[in-house]
């Protein structure tokens, strides 16, 4: 059932002027089905909404326009709603299968590429779980954890109370990690007949990889909702897979957190989409609201980001009901639902602070508290009403912030306060000397976005439609707003409602992209949050019944031909220029074969394995350590998840083997952690990727207040290092460096040395301890 078939028997002139008043509604915008205007125009309808109910096939007691009152005319009318609804009924099975088709192969597409990629399917075990790089290989140790642990129970129990991942600490990881969806699919793999016939590693990635047919999906839906045609939902999935690299990594980091949660994440704003719809019946809205809840939950338990995400969300729903564009009950739901899946993934997580402490769950609480006892709102005039709105958002952002001090000191949480210094020193508000920030600001994926996104994005014909859409839309959000604000929406005439009515739908997914937008603008790793939506909402433009109607009223030529034949023509010769000029390239990219190769971490890897004890504790890089969490199963000092205070202090510590300090020191740190080995990596002691100022070698300097190595300018107050750089200088036998460490292994890449427990130096002159492995 559409959304126009909550309408009623009442749908005809006499409602619509009866809801005149109410422009951030305005149910005469026109979300229907293509066979619905057709049905208008031959009654006469036009575009107002005189001719919905016989475009239902609705029998309406009232005459509608151009029917005279005639009641065999009626009944004419009423005739062809059975061949109607079956139209209706092929157009949305032909939608839906290509939909699936669609997603089917861009979840095909991106394991051929990941199969192809490292040849996948013929590496070795250690191999395959090396691939997992970074914080992905730690993720999925978890998975592979559970799997080996003797029970479902013990390996939960593991999980609860884990003393491998972060020596000398007992860490509840299903509280500080975001994890459940590798316990589930390990729990789901063990209940499964599948063991025989699909190896472990298979079953993950390939759930992984059919998100992206979820993904896929749901912006497909979105786009056809809004624009009420399958033809845009065709165009953004079709733009989505050929802007690959905008829009997804999936291929080679398949268990980051994010190919988790963007799926739900594009579910919920479908979700979301569809209950700001017009004319839903209260039981529609409440099973769509039930879905923005599951879609919003599944979202916030897959990724640690999820308040920062909802936070932008809630202020979007905040914009949209200070303009009076979503009616105050939906807004309300709306805010209910984002607290609500908070505080359900807060219980799983075992009352995880964060949550509590987040910024999203102080405003809307803010904002419902605010809303309800300033009352008068929404009367006055216009100047009167801005000033109202103007003192309305100074409290709500006042007590945001002052409910989440007082939080944030109750629980005295300071979890997340690496990220707030992110942002000041980004914007220039912070030290530029933080260690944690500076390590944030020197990734090129936390860097502005490039400009040549915009390049590849214009070479398939995206960026046009897309900057057209967002320009006419936020204009007409502009009137809109500024009419609704004015209190004049009453006196406005049809032909005023049709050039610029706007729907709550469209106006909250043009809210989003602009919003989300300009966060994938300050931010690179941002832009997979915004490029889906992109290609949803470039779809619209081309083929909604909005912006062309406009278009052809403002150029005086609007009839229902002429808009039938533009929103069917002209996506068809996109995508006709699309299959012609990528369809080749995508095929060449499935079949390009590649050879994962990384033979020093395998020996790394493998000399661990069987020459270290497993109950053996290495410090390292946080990028390493999660890999040999994941092949050896050995304890760590540290890893890559950043969203722990004392983590982050142990990681700077730890990473003190490539600052210029004395063995003693660093021999001090590493036992204070509970490290027993060290592993020590030429690709970071002789650093060349970044420039000068964002090496870690010059982070650490600056941190540590020491000038920075080779030609360049320092900082007046930074002053010469008193000692080597301790990387550097351990490899040349030093006896006070052999009295602490002894070299166990070597290769090109990696230098591992076990630490000394005894406190008495080597004699003068004293070999570095043990042979080279």
Same mark, same amino acid.
């Given at each position: 059932?559409?959304?126009?078939?909550?309408?009623?028997?009442?749908?005809?002139?006499?409602?619509?002027?009866?809801?005149?008043?109410?422009?951030?509604?305005?149910?005469?915008?026109?979300?229907?089905?293509?066979?619905?205007?057709?049905?208008?125009?031959?009654?006469?309808?036009?575009?107002?909404?005189?001719?919905?109910?016989?475009?239902?096939?609705?029998?309406?007691?009232?005459?509608?326009?151009?029917?005279?009152?005639?009641?065999?005319?009626?009944?004419?009318?009423?005739?062809?709603?059975?061949?109607?609804?079956?139209?209706?009924?092929?157009?949305?099975?032909?939608?839906?299968?290509?939909?699936?088709?669609?997603?089917?192969?861009?979840?095909?597409?991106?394991?051929?590429?990941?199969?192809?990629?490292?040849?996948?399917?013929?590496?070795?075990?250690?191999?395959?779980?090396?691939?997992?790089?970074?914080?992905?290989?730690?993720?999925?140790?978890?998975?592979?954890?559970?799997?080996?642990?003797?029970?479902?129970?013990?390996?939960?129990?593991?999980?609860?109370?884990?003393?491998?991942?972060?020596?000398?600490?007992?860490?509840?990881?299903?509280?500080?990690?975001?994890?459940?969806?590798?316990?589930?699919?390990?729990?789901?793999?063990?209940?499964?007949?599948?063991?025989?016939?699909?190896?472990?590693?298979?079953?993950?990635?390939?759930?992984?990889?059919?998100?992206?047919?979820?993904?896929?999906?749901?912006?497909?839906?979105?786009?056809?909702?809004?624009?009420?045609?399958?033809?845009?939902?065709?165009?953004?999935?079709?733009?989505?897979?050929?802007?690959?690299?905008?829009?997804?990594?999936?291929?080679?980091?398949?268990?980051?957190?994010?190919?988790?949660?963007?799926?739900?994440?594009?579910?919920? +704003?479908?979700?979301?989409?569809?209950?700001?719809?017009?004319?839903?019946?209260?039981?529609?809205?409440?099973?769509?609201?039930?879905?923005?809840?599951?879609?919003?939950?599944?979202? =916030?338990?897959?990724?640690?980001?999820?308040?920062?995400?909802?936070?932008?969300?809630?202020?979007? +729903?905040?914009?949209?009901? =200070?303009?009076?564009?979503?009616?105050?009950?939906?807004?309300?739901?709306?805010?209910?639902?984002?607290?609500?899946?908070?505080?359900?993934?807060?219980?799983?997580?075992?009352?995880?602070?964060?949550? $509590?402490?987040?910024?999203?769950?102080?405003?809307?609480?803010?904002?419902?508290?605010?809303?309800?006892?300033?009352?008068? $709102?929404?009367?006055?005039?216009?100047? $009167?009403?801005?000033?109202? $709105?103007?003192?309305?958002?100074?409290?709500?952002?006042?007590?945001?912030?002052?409910?989440?001090?007082?939080?944030?000191?109750?629980?005295?949480?300071?979890?997340?306060?690496?990220?707030?210094?992110?942002?000041?020193?980004?914007?220039?508000?912070?030290?530029?000397?933080?260690?944690?920030?500076?390590?944030?600001?020197?990734?090129?994926?936390?860097?502005?976005?490039?400009?040549?996104?915009?390049?590849?994005?214009?070479?398939?014909?995206? +960026?046009?439609?897309?900057? =057209?859409?967002?320009?006419?839309?936020?204009?007409?959000?502009?009137?809109?707003?500024?009419?609704?604000?004015?209190?004049?929406?009453?006196?406005?005439?049809?032909?005023?409602?049709?050039?610029?009515?706007?729907?709550?739908?469209?106006?909250?997914?043009?809210?989003?992209?602009?919003?989300?937008?300009?966060?994938?603008?300050?931010?690179?790793?941002?832009?997979?949050?915004?490029?889906?939506?992109?290609?949803?909402?470039?779809?619209?433009?081309?083929?909604?019944?909005?912006?062309?109607?406009?278009?052809?009223?403002?150029?005086?030529?609007?009839?229902?031909?002429?808009?039938?034949?533009?929103?069917?023509?002209?996506?068809?010769?996109?995508?006709?220029?699309?299959?012609?000029?990528?369809?080749?390239?995508?095929?060449?990219?499935?079949?390009?074969?590649?050879?994962?190769?990384?033979?020093?971490?395998?020996?790394?890897?493998?000399?661990?394995?069987?020459?270290?004890?497993?109950?053996?504790?290495?410090?390292?890089?946080?990028?390493?350590?999660?890999?040999?969490?994941?092949?050896?199963?050995?304890?760590?000092?540290?890893?890559?998840?950043?969203?722990?205070?004392?983590?982050?202090?142990?990681?700077?510590?730890?990473?003190?083997?490539?600052?210029?300090?004395?063995?003693?020191?660093?021999?001090?740190?590493?036992?204070?952690?509970? %490290?027993?080995?060290?592993?020590?990596?030429?690709?970071?002691?002789?650093?060349?990727?970044?420039?000068?100022?964002?090496?870690?070698?010059?982070?650490?300097?600056?941190?540590?207040?020491?000038?920075?190595?080779?030609?360049?300018?320092?900082?007046?107050?930074?002053?010469? %290092?008193?000692?080597?750089?301790?990387?550097?200088?351990?490899?040349?036998?030093?006896?006070?460096?052999?009295?602490?460490?002894?070299?166990?292994?070597?290769?090109?890449?990696?230098?591992?040395?076990?630490? #000394?427990?005894?406190?008495? #130096? %080597?004699?003068?002159?004293?070999?570095?301890?043990?042979?080279?492995?």
């Amino acid at each position: 059932m559409t959304s126009r078939e909550g309408a009623g028997k009442s749908g005809g002139v006499r409602k619509k002027q009866e809801s005149c008043s109410l422009a951030r509604v305005n149910p005469s915008s026109g979300h229907g089905s293509e066979e619905e205007e057709e049905r208008r125009a031959e009654s006469g309808g036009g575009g107002g909404g005189g001719g919905v109910a016989a475009g239902l096939g609705v029998s309406d007691n009232a005459p509608t326009k151009g029917s005279g009152g005639d009641g065999g005319e009626n009944v004419r009318k009423v005739l062809p709603a059975v061949p109607s609804r079956l139209g209706r009924a092929v157009a949305m099975a032909t939608g839906a299968a290509l939909a699936a088709l669609i997603g089917s192969f861009q979840a095909w597409r991106v394991f051929s590429i990941h199969e192809n990629l490292l040849w996948f399917s013929s590496l070795e075990e250690v191999e395959r779980e090396i691939s997992f790089r970074t914080e992905c290989g730690l993720y999925y140790s978890y998975y592979k954890q559970m799997l080996e642990s003797p029970s479902i129970q013990q390996g939960l129990s593991d999980l609860i109370s884990d003393n491998a991942t972060e020596s000398r600490r007992t860490v509840n990881l299903l509280q500080r990690m975001n994890i459940y969806q590798e316990v589930f699919l390990s729990v789901l793999y063990r209940i499964l007949p599948i063991q025989e016939y699909l190896q472990p590693v298979y079953f993950y990635i390939y759930t992984v990889f059919a998100l992206q047919a979820v993904y896929v999906i749901a912006l497909y839906i979105t786009s056809w909702m809004l624009s009420g045609s399958w033809l845009a939902g065709v165009l953004t999935a079709t733009w989505y897979i050929i802007n690959r690299v905008d829009t997804t990594r999936v291929e080679f980091t398949i268990s980051l957190r994010e190919n988790w949660s963007l799926p739900f994440f594009a579910l919920q +704003v479908a979700a979301i989409t569809c209950y700001l719809r017009p004319r839903l019946r209260p039981l529609q809205q409440k099973v769509v609201l039930w879905l923005v809840f599951l879609s919003s939950f599944c979202f =916030c338990l897959t990724w640690q980001f999820n308040q920062f995400i909802l936070l932008v969300q809630a202020l979007i +729903v905040f914009g949209l009901d =200070c303009l009076d564009l979503v009616p105050p009950e939906q807004v309300t739901s709306l805010y209910l639902v984002q607290a609500s899946s908070l505080l359900s993934v807060w219980a799983l997580q075992f009352c995880n602070p964060m949550i $509590l402490g987040s910024l999203v769950l102080s405003f809307i609480v803010a904002a419902l508290f605010v809303r309800h006892f300033q009352r008068g $709102l929404r009367t006055g005039g216009l100047l $009167l009403r801005l000033a109202k $709105l103007l003192l309305h958002t100074v409290l709500v952002l006042s007590l945001t912030f002052t409910l989440n001090y007082l939080t944030k000191t109750a629980l005295q949480l300071r979890s997340d306060e690496h990220i707030f210094k992110f942002i000041k020193a980004k914007f220039g508000f912070g030290s530029t000397r933080d260690f944690d920030a500076n390590l944030y600001l020197c990734e090129e994926a936390f860097g502005l976005l490039p400009l040549d996104t915009f390049e590849r994005l214009a070479g398939t014909l995206m +960026v046009y439609p897309y900057l =057209c859409t967002l320009s006419v839309l936020l204009l007409m959000l502009l009137m809109v707003g500024l009419r609704n604000l004015s209190g004049s929406s009453g006196a406005r005439s049809q032909r005023e409602e049709e050039i610029i009515g706007l729907g709550p739908d469209v106006s909250y997914n043009l809210l989003h992209t602009v919003c989300f937008g300009v966060l994938a603008l300050s931010t690179m790793r941002m832009k997979y949050l915004w490029t889906g939506h992109m290609c949803a909402f470039a779809a619209y433009g081309v083929c909604g019944k909005e912006l062309w109607g406009l278009y052809l009223r403002v150029i005086r030529c609007h009839s229902q031909t002429k808009l039938r034949l533009i929103r069917y023509t002209i996506p068809i010769v996109i995508l006709a220029f699309l299959y012609y000029k990528f369809w080749p390239k995508l095929m060449e990219e499935v079949s390009e074969l590649r050879e994962f190769y990384d033979p020093d971490t395998v020996e790394l890897m493998t000399w661990i394995s069987s020459k270290t004890s497993k109950k053996a504790v290495f410090a390292g890089s946080m990028q390493l350590l999660a890999g040999i969490k994941l092949c050896t199963g050995r304890t760590l000092t540290n890893h890559p998840h950043y969203e722990d205070r004392e983590l982050r202090e142990r990681t700077r510590q730890v990473y003190q083997v490539y600052a210029r300090q004395p063995p003693e020191e660093v021999h001090r740190i590493l036992r204070a952690a509970g %490290a027993d080995y060290v592993v020590l990596e030429d690709s970071i002691c002789y650093e060349r990727r970044h420039s000068r100022g964002c090496r870690l070698r010059d982070l650490l300097d600056v941190a540590n207040g020491h000038i920075m190595d080779g030609p360049g300018e320092n900082d007046p107050d930074l002053v010469p %290092a008193p000692h080597p750089r301790f990387c550097e200088e351990i490899k040349r036998d030093a006896p006070e460096f052999g009295a602490l460490f002894t070299r166990v292994f070597r290769n090109k890449t990696f230098h591992a040395y076990k630490l #000394r427990k005894g406190k008495k #130096r %080597a004699r003068a002159g004293g070999r570095a301890g043990e042979p080279d492995a």
